[in-house]
C-alpha cells in the first residue's frame, strides 16, 4: 500500500531538509526519487540532495519538475482532471521507477500551490488523484503545505479534509514526534497547530479591524469637530448679530421713551428680556459647540473657564488645579481638543448623574505621563456600569484616548463618588 504523508511546516529551511533527507535516503537505498516543487524550492532542494550514489544514471533516478508547469498539464477550468493526471504523472512514474523496476518516493506541493490560489478544495480533490494512481502504481508521497495556508473557516475545513485523504500526518517542526507509531498522535498536534495559527489569524484580523474602526472614528471626530467650529463661527456671525441688533433696537425704543417722559411699553420691557435670554442661549450654544478659548488662549485656560462657567450654570462648586509643570506646556491641537471634550464629558455625567454637590478637575505630570483627574463627591459609578456600557458617554471617551494613545480609567465607590482618570504617555503628548 502507498504510504501518502503530510508534511506540515513553519519555515522553508525546515522543509528543505525534510525533503531531502527525504530524497536521499531513496537514492542511498538504490530508489528513484522525483521532485515536483516550485521553481526556488527546487533549487534549494537539489543544492542538498546527494547525487554522488547515482553516478551516471542519476538523471533517471533523480526527476525534479517545475510544480506550476507541471500542474497547468491537467487543469481543466481550475480543476484537476483526472485523465490527464493519470497520464502526465503516470508517466514520470513510469520513467523514475523503469517501469516498476525500482521503487519511487515522490515529494510534490503542487496542492499547495492550490491552496495558496485560495483553491483549497481543488487541492482536496488531487490529493484523491494520487490515491487512485496509487492503486496503479507503487511509490510513497510526501506532500507538504506551510501552515500559514490553514487561517479562516474555509481553510480549516480543508485543512481537516487533507489531514484525512493521507496515511500519515507529521505536525510542523514546532514539534516532532520520534515514537514508532506516532501518526495518532501527530495528527492530534498538526490539529491543535493549525486551530492556533488560525486564532492568531483571527485574533491579528480583530486587531486590524479595530485600528481601522478607531482611525475612523478619530477621522468622523476630526470632521464633527470642524463642522462644530464651522457652526459655531456661523451662529456668532449671523444669528448672534442679528440678535445683537435686536437688543440694540430694544434699548433705544426704551431710552427714547424714558427720555421723553413716556411710559416704556411693556412688550418692550419683554422684548428686551427674551433678546438678553436669547444672546445668553446663544453663547452658551457656541461655547458647547466649540469654545472661543480654547483655539485663542489654549486649553489650560478653557478648563478653567468652562470649569466657572459651570459653577454658574449649576451652582456647583468646580475647582480646577492645574500644576506649574503642566501649565508651562503647550499640547498639540488635536490632543487639546480630545482633552477638552473628555473632562466636558466627565463633568456633564458628573452634573446630571453623581448627585454631587463638588466636583474637581486635576493635571499634573509624573515621570512617564500627563494625568487628568475628574472626580466627584456624588452617589459613585460602580464599575459593572462601566462595563456593561451603559453610557455611549463613556465609551466615547474612552475611544477619544485610544486616538491620541491614552487611556481612561473609571473608578467609583457608592456613596463615595466617582473618579475618571486620564492618562496619556509623554511620548504621544510630543508626537505632534
Known sequence: MCKHAVQFYESESFLYEKVSRFVNAALSAGESAIVIASEAHRAAIASRVNTDSVVSDSEVRFISL?????LASFMVD???????????????????????????????????????????????RLEELWN???????FSLLCAYPMDLFQGEEESRAFHRISAAHSHVCASEAYENVAPDSDPFHRATALLQQKAKALEYEVARRKQTEIALSKLAAHQERIREDERKRIAREIHDELGSVLTGIKAYVSVAIDRATTEGRPVDPQLADASVLADTAIET???????LRPSVLDELGIWIALEWYAGQIEKQTGLSCLVTIDPPVAAMTLPGETSIVLFRIVQEALTNAIRHAGASQITVRVLLDE?????????????????????GVSWGIAGMQERARHVGGEIKITGITGCGTAVVLRLPLEHVNDE
Open 282 to 288: 446663544v453663547r452658551r450654544v457656541i461655547t458647547d
Open 132 to 138: 487512485d494512481l496509487a492503486r496503479d502504481h507503487d
Open 66 to 70: 517545475d510544480a506550476e508547469k507541471t
Open 368 to 388: 512617564e505621563a500627563l494625568i487628568v483627574e475628574v472626580a466627584d463627591d456624588g452617589k459613585g459609578l460602580e464599575a459593572a456600569d462601566v462595563f456593561n
Open 78 to 124: 481550475g480543476w484537476p482532471d483526472a485523465e490527464r493526471f493519470a497520464d502526465v504523472i503516470g508517466s514520470v512514474i513510469r520513467r523514475a521507477s523503469r517501469n516498476g523496476a525500482l521503487r519511487v518516493r515522490a515529494f510534490g506541493e503542487m496542492v499547495a500551490l492550490l491552496c495558496a490560489a485560495g483553491k483549497a478544495q481543488a487541492a482536496v
